[in-house]
């Protein structure tokens, strides 16, 4: 059963901007916070940004200025606004959602390569 769906990854020369969508299931209920990670070839996986419910944010110092976060709670679905991309943010993009009993989702992901 797929519970996040993501889309909005591609490629995308140095400078550009990419829109990341993630629709999660209205099977999740109670959901919390939800947020962005990212994983690059032969890296461990790493927090992009995250979002509360009332849209409280927190961002990775090395997307900070660059890339924005928001949500629509009534469409269970978040965004990741990147731009002035860069080649070191080529990696995989991963959907996460957290709900408010401990629940934890992760998406299928969704590659972004950033050429120079």
């Known amino acids: 059963q797929v519970q996040l769906v993501e889309s909005g990854g591609g490629l995308v020369q140095a400078g550009g901007s990419l829109r990341l969508s993630c629709v999660a299931s209205s099977r999740i209920s109670s959901i919390d916070a939800m947020g962005w990670y990212r994983q690059a070839p032969g890296k461990q996986r790493e927090l992009v940004a995250t979002?509360?419910?009332?849209?409280?944010?927190n961002f990775a110092d090395f997307v900070k200025g660059r890339f924005t976060i928001s949500r629509d709670n009534a469409k269970n679905t978040v965004y990741l606004q990147m731009n002035r991309l860069k080649p070191e943010d080529t990696a995989v993009y991963y959907c996460?959602?957290?709900?408010?009993?401990?629940?934890?989702?992760w998406g299928q992901g969704t590659q972004v390569t950033v050429s120079s």
């Open positions: 996460n959602v957290k709900t408010v009993v401990g629940g934890y989702y």
């Open positions: 979002i509360t419910r009332e849209r409280s944010t």
